[in-house]
């Protein structure tokens, strides 16, 4: 990590009694009434609007961002749920947002599982929780249930929806004419938690708690944080593996999160084990990059042993140790005797998160996570913003420090491909594009995640049937009626006067009187390459036309003062744009323009003409229309092998 050192003052290598009482209540104490929510749930669409769908692109998702994952992923059905872990631990897929300054209802289309328990729902409004405890909704299984969320009055509200039961989501619905935005502002206090079923929950279905009210959930809520990522599997302890892998073998999802504060405790399912000791250290080493780690034992009477080891490998690995035996009294566990109740839940969160000083706690994360380097991605893909339909499109992701880490690309919102960047690089290729118009993203995430940031780019283009044109012009004498190839393009004639005739192979005009005449045909897209061959004794009448409208509305290159100038024609009326420094264009020179959104250059038989590279134009941006013309100077210029063609 550059830039950063473990201020190790705040995990002193002894036992940390509980001290102060800190208020969960006070979580909730500054959601002002207008904030305050009313929620209804059912399987029938109440609200009349847009549905604002998912994707399944976790770092760059436009209107979203996931809570409680480390990635989403696509179901079968078309919806969005958490990606599944190699090391079974059970993610939530919490959705974030921000409403429109006009909203004030909103619907989340989720889906209920077959186990048809309650819905649990907690919203959390710029930060703060709506309750303490989430609230219960009864459910029909294996149904799509509509989430209603509605509050007094209208305003722009950053939103986390935490919800228990629901096993996959679609989106969220808001009146017509609203959007959702993904929350601007990157996550600043990733936290995570790690430990048994008091950390993952117990008994949901008999009024026990889940995993987002349990003593972990409130302690990562009492750091501030922003992200909250439950690592925690019931059944198990820093050495019984139970059905799952014990403590330790759940690093590499953690150290692969992102999580810069890390709390665990337990476990009481380590009695009788032998080694608990020495596994905590290892798990506790493993660790040593995570900057704040505090740790507790088991929270119940007759677990001291396991406790005492757990504390003496905390001190060995200089992490702070919360010492919490005995919180959870017979009082404080639910009728099975085992699990903590609500209260107990409560009781232990305020007796880990006493143990150490949260304000430290915080800027030691601050600290961390300013530390990393700063990652930006620049995607691109062809050049100009269309393709020709069916033709391979090639991704590249340039990652701005060249850290080491993998970028994957995202096509319409789903994965196609992860590259591991080298020489700060990863490219990847689709296959034969569809017609029509193509979000592309990609999404880079670093090896090291205390060290680097993660890092998003996007690009969009449009695939077109009918893209380009060629014409080499060799076929009998006579006016010229369309282009040649595969899919031929009518020529159109712009302006009146003189007539465009095909003589030896070439394509000319010969008798203007007076005026500016061209010849064009449909491109199919504004962005491409332009390429004709120009000849004849006297080529200064002649003109290239581009993104014509009409004949008196087009760019144009023509020649002026012995220089290849483009110009801009308005109404009629000319602007000169450029001009280059090259000289003229001559008989025989083949001249390439290349054009990409306001971009501009001019290439003569390859190179790019001095003064006419990557020239500014705003005007005629979105018209299709490419030939060429002639004035009536131009009367013994010929053109040749005309086509225009996706830029490669």
């Not at 328990?117 to 249930?145: F, M, Q, W």
């Not at 996550?187 to 008091?198: M, N």
């Not at 120009?534 to 023509?558: F, M, P």
């Not at 020239?615 to 229309?625: F, N």
Request: with cysteine.
């Amino acid at each position: 990590m550059t830039g950063f050192t473990l201020d190790l003052t705040q995990t002193p290598s002894l036992r940390l009694r509980r001290g102060r009482s800190l208020s969960l209540e006070g979580l909730l104490a500054s959601l002002a009434p207008e904030d305050v929510p009313s929620i209804s749930i059912g399987t029938v669409q109440t609200l009349a609007g847009t549905l604002v769908d998912c994707s399944a692109d976790f770092h760059g998702d436009p209107h979203y961002r996931y809570d409680g994952c480390l990635d989403v992923r696509k179901t079968g059905s078309g919806r969005i749920a958490a990606s599944l872990s190699d090391l079974g631990i059970t993610y939530y897929c919490n959705l974030e947002f921000v409403t429109d300054a006009a909203n004030d209802v909103f619907e989340a289309k989720v889906y209920v599982p077959a186990s048809g328990y309650d819905l649990g729902l907690r919203v959390v409004v710029d930060g703060k929780l709506h309750s303490l405890h989430l609230e219960r909704h009864a459910t029909t299984p294996n149904a799509i249930h509509y989430v209603r969320v509605a509050f007094p009055t209208a305003r722009a509200r950053q939103i986390t929806l935490e919800m228990e039961t629901v096993s996959s989501l679609n989106g969220v619905i808001v009146p017509s004419g609203q959007g959702l935005t993904r929350p601007a502002a990157p996550v600043a206090r990733p936290v995570g938690v790690l430990g048994d079923s008091f950390f993952r929950g117990a008994g949901y279905s008999v009024g026990g708690a889940s995993g987002l009210e349990t003593a972990g959930y409130f302690i990562a809520r009492l750091l501030g944080a922003d992200r909250i990522v439950n690592f925690a599997v019931g059944g198990t302890g820093w050495v019984n593996a139970g059905s799952a892998n014990a403590f330790g073998g759940r690093l590499p999802e953690i150290l692969g999160s992102g999580v810069m504060a890390l709390i665990c405790a337990g476990s009481r399912n380590d009695d009788g084990e032998s080694g608990i000791q020495a596994a905590v250290e290892s798990a506790l080493t493993g660790l040593s990059g995570v900057p704040f780690v505090a740790v507790s034992g088991p929270a119940q009477p007759g677990f001291s042993a396991v406790n005492a080891e757990v504390a003496a490998a905390a001190a060995s690995a200089g992490r702070a140790f919360v010492d919490t035996l005995n919180v959870i009294g017979p009082e404080l566990t639910l009728p099975e005797g085992v699990h903590p109740n609500a209260q107990g839940h409560e009781a232990l969160a305020r007796a880990i998160a006493g143990g150490f000083s949260i304000g430290q706690a915080q800027a030691t994360v601050a600290a961390a996570m300013a530390a990393r380097e700063a990652v930006s991605l620049t995607l691109t893909g062809p050049s100009g913003a269309f393709v020709k339909t069916g033709n391979d499109v090639a991704l590249t992701a340039d990652v701005s420090t060249g850290d080491p880490g993998s970028v994957t690309f995202y096509k319409a919102g789903l994965p196609v491909a992860t590259e591991v960047v080298a020489g700060g690089l990863a490219s990847t290729v689709i296959a034969g594009i569809a017609s029509g118009k193509h979000g592309f993203s990609a999404s880079f995430v670093p090896d090291d995640r205390f060290a680097a940031t993660t890092a998003t780019g996007q690009v969009s283009l449009t695939a077109v049937d009918d893209l380009g044109f060629t014409d080499s012009f060799t076929r009998a004498d006579g006016p010229p009626v369309e282009t040649e190839g595969a899919v031929p393009k009518t020529w159109q004639a712009l302006g009146s006067g003189g007539a465009w005739l095909l003589a030896g192979n070439k394509l000319a005009n010969t008798t203007v009187a007076g005026g500016s005449h061209y010849l064009v045909a449909e491109a199919g897209a504004p962005d491409g390459a332009f390429e004709v061959t120009v000849s004849g004794s006297l080529v200064i009448g002649g003109y290239i036309a581009l993104r014509a409208t009409n004949q008196t509305n087009l760019l144009r290159l023509t020649v002026q003062g012995g220089q290849i100038e483009l110009q801009s024609i308005v109404a009629n009326a000319k602007t000169v744009i450029a001009a280059g420094t090259g000289g003229a264009w001559v008989d025989g020179d083949t001249v390439r323009v290349e054009l990409v959104g306001q971009s501009v250059t001019v290439l003569r038989n390859g190179t790019a003409v001095p003064g006419l590279e990557g020239v500014s134009c705003a005007a005629w941006t979105d018209r299709t229309l490419f030939g060429v013309g002639v004035g009536s100077a131009g009367s013994n210029v010929a053109f040749d092998d005309v086509s225009f063609s996706q830029i490669v």
